[in-house]
């Protein structure tokens, strides 16, 4: 079974910056991509980036391109991400989300293991 934890999130003030981690454990954790996630009150839940495991190709949405960087350190698998340049509309709780194959790497569906999430609040 695998378990992916979160950890890292935290108050800042903008302009700030955060760095999430994400330690996955499980004998049959292979994924082929991992992505973060975040959710704020009443919103549906939004693609941030995703990496492919092996290669560490990266994507971002629009709206941290620039500011968030993602990546892994395949040793210890750990999937971080970088938040630079915080702002409080990227108040949010974030997930990180283990996808096993080539797919749709921005909608959720694509993802079978999740982590319980951590809450980032980013004051004015």
């Known amino acids: 079974q695998v378990q992916l934890v979160e950890s890292g999130g935290g108050l800042v003030q903008a302009g700030e910056s955060l760095r999430l981690s994400c330690a996955a454990s499980?004998?049959?954790?292979?994924?082929?991509?991992m992505g973060w996630f975040r959710q704020s009150p009443g919103k549906e839940r939004e693609f941030v980036a995703s990496i492919t495991w092996s290669g560490g190709s990266t994507y971002y949405a629009d709206s941290v391109k620039g500011r968030f960087t993602i990546s892994r350190d395949n040793a210890e698998n750990t999937l971080y991400l970088q938040m630079d340049s915080l702002q409080p509309e990227d108040t949010a709780i974030y997930y990180c989300?283990?996808?096993?194959?080539?797919?749709?790497?921005?909608?959720?569906?694509?993802?079978?293991?999740w982590g319980q999430g951590t809450q980032v609040t980013v004051s004015s």
């Open positions: 499980g004998r049959t954790f292979r994924p082929y991509r």
């Open positions: 989300a283990a996808a096993p194959t080539l797919g749709s790497f921005t909608l959720p569906g694509m993802y079978d293991h």
